[in-house]
């Protein structure tokens, strides 16, 4: 359902937020300069974006 489809896109979207942030401050902690830790945590967040939207979020519209 839409609701359905909503919560799991606010679910996932939320965690692809929090990991973003917390993998740019890991990755800079780690020695990376701030601008290609933070590149490198997107491209890591926009696949598993990707990923999730296509299999969790929009897998049962798919179906029906």
Do not use: C, D, P
């Amino acid at each position: 359902s839409l609701m359905r489809q909503m919560w799991r896109f606010v679910l996932v979207y939320t965690v692809a937020l929090l990991l973003n942030v917390s993998l740019a401050i890991l990755f800079h902690w780690l020695g990376l300069y701030y601008v290609l830790a933070k590149a490198v945590a997107i491209g890591i967040v926009a696949l598993l974006n990707y990923i999730l939207s296509h299999s969790f979020i929009f897998s049962s519209s798919k179906k029906g």
